[in-house]
């Protein structure tokens, strides 16, 4: 599991190892600009096949991090690398600059009084351009707000410059390393409050920071690594508590109900479904395909006559009626459901019966607009923006879809606590939240771009249906793990997804192979203790920093 912590509880597990340290050899700084130094050799090796006459040039400013990179550039700059330093402000981290000076390098600056050569802005830009790669030193995690004066100006001409950065890998310009974080972006809660300069590598130091797993900030920060710093005693001794949470396929393993020689179609899950009306019909048949694809021993689908023709017609082995009044171990409600009475009024009677008896329920789409107050965490809410702004506007909060894209896991949070029930946010990057306010927020960026197309929702639905229904008894003795299973059935979905594709895909076929998924899942080595181990990320690896500098 991959565990992101504020930055008031990393600069205080920093605080006695720094002043342990005596000078700079072996200290925090020293290893996080070797890494840094190691990174970036290896970086213009496999771009350009050379390190000595390599161009590396970082935008540094006023922090810690504008030391990192310094005095990383003064290690490549010993090492034959031409080594540039913009600097956006007066103040600088005078070791690192004293160091990059003695090595050799070049310092440019794009304000009055900094030290070394002043430059325009646009100068620096076009140096940064034509550099092998470029380290974004500019803000740390002490910051607050966005990039502001000559910093805010030159990553908006740097970022001009660089312009569409779609492809996978550069080709004609810079790679683009971020020093901890990318520089601007909202480190506590992932908001951008301004201009980025979007990176293809981010090297974060002793752990992750929210900001790195939490949209919108979290598409700009490329691929993440963790250089382990030993913070993690302090943070343990602190009694620190992670603000976001990323289960990796390790985990979500873990956390998958698989049936046991004992098991019946009943012990495994049974999944009720409401979804779907003659206007929508295919809502019902993809929430079945979801449920049907991850797993469960059964479904019980309950809706209309027509629905229920269409929906026994794509999956036979459906059990169809017109009432809600049959057992399950958890319901599926609201896909398609909004404009017929009957089955709006079918919703209403599962999920109140569902609440009194804590049953888990997925509600979605529809249903999200007929919700009794207050829920309880085992009720898994699964909102789009839209769909959630709406739903806290009801409750007296003044918020637009707009508001919600750009603060995500603050408006989950939100909605979370004015329900009762756990909030799985849908989006590029999903965000689930439970209703307690101490718990951390829950963030799966494991989906393509290729899923957001139409009935992916359903299908996301009926995959957590199944989950919920294959724990359920687990669920009625800690409702909180709701929300880890809505993170759970996010990643697999997104798997699916990626199975499913390369390039378009529709939501059939994301349902079709969520049994493929879930076995890839499975067959992969698993940690087996009680608690979960921590696993690496596809797109997030640790790296340990050990004490012992190598040159």
């Known amino acids: 599991m991959i565990e992101a912590f504020r930055a008031d509880a990393v600069r205080a597990a920093e605080a006695p190892l720094l002043a342990a340290e005596r000078g700079f050899a072996g200290g925090l700084m020293h290893r996080a600009a070797t890494v840094l130094e190691v990174a970036v050799r290896a970086e213009l090796r496999a771009g350009t096949g050379r390190v000595p006459g390599a161009c590396v040039v970082a935008l540094v400013g006023p922090g810690n991090n504008g030391g990192d990179a310094l ?71 002490g910051a607050r707000g966005g990039l502001r004066g000559a910093a805010a100006e030159l990553v908006e001409v740097l970022d001009g410059l660089l312009g569409d950065r779609s492809a996978p890998a550069p080709t004609a310009r810079p790679l683009v390393v971020a020093v901890d974080v990318p520089s601007g972006v909202g480190v506590d809660d992932g908001t951008v409050a301004g201009p980025v300069l979007r990176a293809d590598r981010t090297l974060t130091f002793g752990v992750a920071k929210p900001g790195l797993l939490l949209p919108p900030a979290a598409h700009l920060a490329g691929r993440v690594d963790v250089v382990d710093l030993g913070l993690a005693a302090q943070l343990a001794a602190d009694d620190a508590r992670p603000a976001v949470r990323r289960l990796t396929a390790a985990d979500a393993a873990l956390r998958w109900p698989v049936p046991g020689p004992g098991d019946d179609k009943y012990r495994r899950g049974v999944v009720g479904v409401v979804a779907g009306t003659a206007t929508y019909p295919g ?99 699964t909102p789009h923006a839209g769909e959630l702004a709406r739903l806290l506007a009801e409750r007296g909060e003044r918020v637009s879809r707009e508001d919600v894209e750009a603060e995500p ?98 939501a059939g076929t994301v349902a079709q192979a969520l049994p493929a998924a879930v076995a890839e899942l499975l067959a992969a080595p698993t940690p087996t203790p009680a608690r979960p181990a921590a696993r690496r990320h596809p797109r997030l690896r640790v790296h340990l920093a050990s004490r012992r500098v190598v040159r």
Do not use: N
Not at 92 to 101: P, Y
Not at 328 to 338: E, N, R, T, Y
Not at 472 to 479: I, K, L, N, S
């Open 71 to 141: 005095h990383a550039l003064a290690g490549l700059a010993r090492r034959g690398v031409r080594a540039v330093a913009v600097l956006t402000s007066a103040r600088v981290h005078d070791g690192g600059l004293a160091a990059l000076v003695a090595a050799g390098g070049t310092v440019l600056s794009v304000v009055d009084d900094a030290p070394g050569r002043r430059v325009w802005l646009g100068d620096a830009a076009a140096e940064a351009f034509a550099a092998e790669v470029v380290l974004d030193g500019l803000l740390g995690i």
């Open 409 to 506: 896991a603050r408006w989950a949070r939100a909605a979370a606590l004015a329900t009762g029930a756990t909030v799985l946010l849908k989006g590029h990057v999903t965000v689930v939240a439970g209703p307690a306010p101490d718990a951390p927020v829950l963030a799966q960026a494991d989906a393509p771009g290729w899923l957001a197309t139409a009935g992916a929702g359903d299908v996301l639905a009926g995959t957590l249906g199944a989950l919920l229904a294959g724990r359920a008894d687990d669920v009625r003795a800690d409702p909180a793990l709701a929300a880890e299973l809505a993170a759970t059935a996010a990643l697999v979905h997104g798997r699916a997804a990626r199975l499913a594709g390369p390039g378009p895909v529709t």
């Open 283 to 381: 809502a019902a048949v993809l929430a079945v395909a979801g449920a049907q694809g991850a797993g469960c021993g059964m479904v019980r689908y309950v809706g209309p006559d027509a629905v229920r023709h269409a929906v026994v017609a794509a999956h036979p082995e459906v059990v169809a009626g017109a009432t809600t009044e049959v057992r399950v171990q958890a319901w599926v409600l609201g896909p398609g459901v909004a404009d017929d009475d009957a089955q709006a009024g079918r919703v209403r009677v599962a999920l109140a019966h569902a609440v009194a008896g804590g049953l888990p329920v997925v509600v979605d789409a529809g249903g999200l607009e007929r919700l009794p107050v207050p829920l309880a965490a085992s009720v898994v809410l």
